[in-house]
């Protein structure tokens, strides 16, 4: 199926500017079967702007979202067969205006957050729209105005997408597309630290799993002057990376027990421990590795119930935190940090495909193909 280009836009948007009337895309039917198709590229509304998707990175998310569908909610229900576009770590030139937005202008370079609140419930009030009440409210009849691209509303896989003004952050010349793309990744971790208190400097950080976000917790973390910085997890050529964007210690769990290794180098526990594995084993290897009074970030999905070793926590005063996406526009403080060149977030960018082979960049995502660690679609391709 064509791509359509750029240049064969045709309708205007309500601020005159050129908005495509069709655009490609992939769409969810049944659990992983997706189907490339055109369809009517999306309008911008009130305070928001239409975007042309130039950069859009595979998340494991996104994978469970298409396998199994939570946590994805489409009209009240599961995202299969209702024309839904995943995709949601993306970024792209702003291309229509809604009515009276003039906080953006056409051709300006955007990243974007993935939630944009309903800003009516109490969380989005006290600014923690990740954890709307009113998520996946916003389908005919109730509409209650929340919004997450690729969770409850049409996502990246697709060439154009319509996003809120509030989830939009302006792109630097200097930055790639690629890189662009990863602001998302980064923005997750910078969230969980956030969460922790967010004053790491001379603080010591326990990063679990040597996965993206993991691996750019590891340079955030450096960045905000944390030390020492230690990554565990399996995989030596991702420890390797780890090292490169800051990790002051890599530990392979394979060859050293992780929780000895963190006792070792700080000799009471880690203030602070980022688990990005979302496992059994290291919620519990994150509690036995904080220091009494320590805070644990789980930012990862476990994919059922798991045992702690809860007595432990609450007899070590140890602080647990949840957290989900990048919320408290912590992508704008990612951002900064990547565009001063703190850290290096392309040293995870290692395979790019064109929008008409999303289903081999999934695989490659999935299956680690070739060692991959972030997958970049570019939609224009």
């Known amino acids: 199926m064509a791509v359509h280009a750029v240049s064969r836009l045709a309708a205007t948007s309500s601020q005159g500017e050129i908005a495509p009337a069709t655009m490609s895309a992939w769409v969810l039917n049944n659990p992983d079967e997706l189907a490339l198709v055109t369809k009517a590229a999306p309008r911008p509304g009130i305070a928001e702007v239409l975007i042309r998707i130039d950069a859009v990175a595979v998340c494991a998310t996104d994978l469970e979202v298409i396998s199994q569908g939570p946590p994805a909610l489409i009209n009240g229900g599961p995202p299969f067969n209702q024309a839904f576009t995943p995709g949601h770590e993306y970024m792209g030139t702003v291309v229509g205006l809604g009515p009276n937005v003039d906080e953006y202008q056409v051709g300006d370079r955007v990243t974007v957050e993935i939630h944009a609140g309903c800003g009516r419930c109490k969380r989005c009030r006290e600014g923690m729209y990740t954890a709307c009440h009113n998520y996946g409210a916003n389908y005919p009849g109730n509409d209650k105005g929340h919004r997450a691209n690729g969770f409850t509303t049409n996502g990246g896989f697709a060439q154009y997408a319509v996003n809120h003004i509030n989830t939009l952050v302006r792109v630097p010349d200097s930055m790639s597309d690629e890189e662009a793309a990863l602001v998302v990744t980064a923005g997750t971790s910078m969230y969980g630290f956030t969460e922790l208190g967010g004053l790491l400097a001379g603080e010591s950080v326990v990063v679990i799993g040597p996965g993206p976000i993991g691996l750019l917790g590891v340079a955030t973390a450096k960045a905000l002057g944390s030390n020492p910085v230690i990554l ?149 391709l």
């Open 232 to 380: 565990t997890g399996t995989r030596k050529d991702r420890l390797a990376i780890g090292a490169k964007l800051g990790a002051d210690f890599a530990i392979d769990s394979t060859a050293e027990d992780p929780i000895k290794a963190v006792m070792r180098l700080t000799g009471k526990g880690a203030d602070y421990v980022l688990d990005c594995a979302g496992t059994e084993d290291s919620v519990n290897q994150a509690i036995r590795m904080a220091n009494r009074g320590g805070k644990i970030c789980l930012a990862a999905f476990p994919h059922g119930p798991v045992r702690i070793d809860l007595a432990y926590a609450v007899q070590n005063n140890i602080y647990l935190y949840g957290i989900r996406g990048e919320g408290r526009s912590a992508t704008h403080r990612a951002l900064a940090l990547m565009a001063t060149g703190r850290f290096d977030a392309k040293l995870i960018h290692t395979h790019t495909f064109g929008l008409k082979d999303l289903p081999e960049a999934l695989r490659y995502a999935r299956d680690r193909v070739d060692g991959a660690i972030k997958v970049i679609v570019k939609p224009q």
